[in-house]
């Protein structure tokens, strides 16, 4: 086998993980994180979330609320590899910085608290790392507490997930009794003494031979149905070997086919380091991904990991500090050095690389260069955003941009002094700047500044960071939410004529719009547009048709019954007519822009309100009033579980209703009630609440 030194010397890229931390709130992954850093030399004392004295959440909003609201990145090394390591956030609120962050990642590991499960931000995260095509690997945590069961997490995430988790350990001892874990590859007991931060390895205790080696037999079974070398290997000897079956766990993670899962209890250092061990063998460096795809004037483009090649780097985050503008990149092809000039394709402007550092939280240590593989942050450019591609000026490439989620909830902010409202603009400006998921805008009828942003929780920490960071007097007014409306019931043959003349070329324009419902999603609110053309015989040209849908798409921005956007409809072009000489594209745009107000105006609409799935977990002594104030805030239960002395409620709740709720709850259960939220999508609002959001 080749040493990790021969690796280096071969391809260093090899030896490079780049992955990220995902887990529901309160599962442990921060604290992973510090373990991680303590074990790997990268920190000489272990920081404690109960303390404030994490290294990850350093943010002083993240200390005083004890939860992780901005991903931080860090790197460390472990057995001659370099770990580049990005903890994420996981309150619903700030599921962005979690999509901005899979992006650029090659892996991740996902904890869940072996009580919980899966919770409903595990699968949320899950589902975006889904998306992004990232191999995973399960670290089922605190496995020291009352009622933590490995089987039962493992359970939730074959039934919730929809993954086949592949468990290769077997845990010793139960609960308070938890001392280490059976590693079911080596057929070893691997047992953490109180007070040391490393194990003692030794042969299968004997009260848990039968149990190893059933649950081994178990492990090779489910390997062999997705492998076909371990499938060979075991039909010929009714068994797999150690080596035939991490090879082929590898190789069915970076499929996405399977999920290895692994247990510890992160707080108490046990279970850390078969965890770096499982990162290392299992997850892939950024050789095993394949080339990155950009596109450059329509064509598709890709780019290898190699330094050699012309520079593709992607950035994911921004952030303004004290020691100036710190841009965070990924460095997917080339090598980046200090003083270099990059392009940034999307800006068409050149940025010069005053420093590269790599980050640990918010300390950094500067380096000369960043090559293919890397997570960097650079100082220099002024006006890269996140989701901007850096390149070679002489290789444009543009790659593609994180998703950014549409805002549901809207806040009214002001300065209190007129010394501050001069400086209020360029705050937020910046703000919006670091956290696309935030849009600041003006409110064309009231001139009020409109914050809006993904949760209550998300413009709470917003607004607090503008207070902390400008020491300025900011007042905020009630949150509002992002109302939407559909078409209920649509009109056909609505005819619009676009005729203008006032000397020289006019401008013609003659069509006729059908205008329906499109269908509605799982909790019946509307979806999309749709825009198709019907017209035969060449009577409105194609050049023409694009500019009645651009015009259509321009008319979606104002709905007819509050000026709210509107979604969930089909618009076909039936018929039209062109003038030879005062047609223009400009002329069936604006045509198409007007004639689809007015159907809008002559079809029956209805207004649709964002939706959230809401699991509230309270004492069983309180569930009749809890059940109760969620009826009374239109919510609808789909479902109530107990367990342990205390139910689990789920309920489908209108956001707008969900405001001050966690004082609610508080009150009702003297604390002892805790709630999390996931968005579901919009949903129709009952004619009677209609009619009073309408009128205010």
Request: include cysteine.
């Amino acid at each position: 086998m080749r040493t990790n030194l021969q690796r280096h010397a071969t391809n260093p890229l090899t030896d490079v993980r780049n992955l990220g931390i995902l887990a529901h709130v309160d599962a442990g992954k921060t604290t992973v994180t510090e373990r991680i850093l303590y074990l790997t030399g990268a920190t000489h004392k272990r920081g404690e979330v109960h303390e404030g004295t994490t290294v990850t959440d350093f943010d002083p909003q993240e200390r005083d609320r004890g939860i992780t609201i901005f991903a931080a990145a860090v790197s460390c090394d472990w057995d001659g590899h370099r770990l580049n390591l990005i903890d994420t956030p996981g309150h619903v609120d700030f599921a962005d910085e979690v999509e901005r962050s899979l992006r650029v990642l090659d892996g991740a590991v996902a904890v869940f608290d072996a009580v919980a499960g899966v919770e409903p931000q595990s699968e949320s995260v899950w589902r975006q790392a889904d998306r992004h095509g990232v191999p995973r690997i399960a670290f089922v945590n605190k496995m020291d507490r009352a009622g933590a069961d490995l089987d039962t997490a493992v359970a939730s995430i074959r039934e919730r997930l929809g993954t086949v988790p592949l468990v290769v350990q077997l845990p010793i001892g139960r609960e308070d009794g938890f001392t280490g874990v059976v590693d079911l590859l080596r057929m070893r007991s691997l047992v953490w003494s109180p007070g040391r931060d490393t194990f003692d390895q030794g042969p299968v205790p004997d009260a848990l031979q039968e149990e190893a080696h059933r649950r081994r037999r178990l492990l090779e079974e489910a390997v062999a149905e997705l492998h076909p070398v371990a499938l060979e290997e075991f039909c010929a000897r009714s068994a797999v070997s150690t080596p035939t079956l991490a090879a082929a766990l590898r190789e069915i993670t970076n499929r996405g086919e399977g999920v290895v899962v692994l247990c510890g209890s992160a707080y108490r250092n046990r279970g850390i380091e078969p965890l770096l061990q499982a990162v290392v063998a299992y997850l892939p460096s950024p050789l095993d991904v394949p080339p990155v795809r950009g596109s450059l004037d329509g064509a598709e483009l890709e780019r290898a990991a190699d330094p050699a090649a012309p520079l593709a780097a992607l950035v994911f985050k921004v952030n303004a500090t004290a020691t100036g503008r710190m841009t965070y990149l990924r460095v997917y092809a080339g090598t980046i050095r200090k003083g270099d000039t990059v392009l940034d394709v999307g800006a068409r402007r050149t940025e010069r690389i005053g420093r590269i550092v790599r980050v640990q939280a918010d300390r950094h240590a500067e380096v000369d260069r960043a090559v293919a593989g890397d997570i960097v942050a650079v100082i220099g450019p002024k006006g890269a955003r996140a989701g901007a591609t850096l390149c070679a000026p002489t290789a444009p490439l543009v790659l593609e941009p994180p998703t950014v989620a549409d805002p549901v909830v809207s806040v009214a902010v002001e300065a209190r002094t007129g010394l501050d409202a001069d400086r209020l603009a360029p705050a937020l400006a910046r703000l919006a700047e670091e956290d696309p998921s935030l849009v600041v805008r003006t409110d064309p009828e009231t001139g009020q500044t409109v914050l809006s942003g993904m949760g209550e929780l998300h413009l709470e920490v917003a607004v607090e960071k503008i207070r902390r960071a400008h020491g300025m007097d900011v007042g905020v007014g009630p949150p509002r939410v992002t109302y939407r409306e559909t078409v209920v019931r649509g009109v056909s043959g609505l005819l619009y004529r676009h005729v203008k003349q006032d000397g020289g070329a006019g401008q013609f324009a003659h069509v006729v719009l059908d205008v329906e419902p499109l269908g509605t999603t799982a909790d019946g609110g509307a979806s999309g547009f749709a825009f198709r053309s019907a017209v035969v015989g060449g009577r409105v040209p194609q050049e023409y048709v694009r500019a009645v849908e651009a015009g259509c798409r321009d008319a979606l921005t104002e709905g007819p019954l509050g000026g709210h956007p509107v979604s969930g409809l089909r618009v076909t072009l039936a018929d039209g007519a062109i003038h030879p000489k005062d047609s223009s594209e400009m002329a069936f745009r604006t045509a198409g822009r007007f004639a689809l107000r007015e159907a809008l105006r002559a079809a029956v609409m209805a207004l649709l309100e964002p939706v959230v799935e809401v699991t509230v977990t309270v004492p069983d002594d309180a569930v009749g009033g809890v059940l109760g104030d969620l009826a009374a805030r239109r919510g609808r239960i789909s479902g109530s579980t107990a367990r342990g002395g205390t139910a689990v409620i789920t309920a489908t709740v209108p956001l707008a209703e969900l405001f001050g709720y966690a004082s609610r709850l508080r009150s009702r259960t003297q604390g002892r009630g805790t709630f999390t939220t996931r968005a579901t999508g919009y949903a129709a609002v009952p004619a009677s609440v209609s009619e009073q959001i309408l009128a205010r």
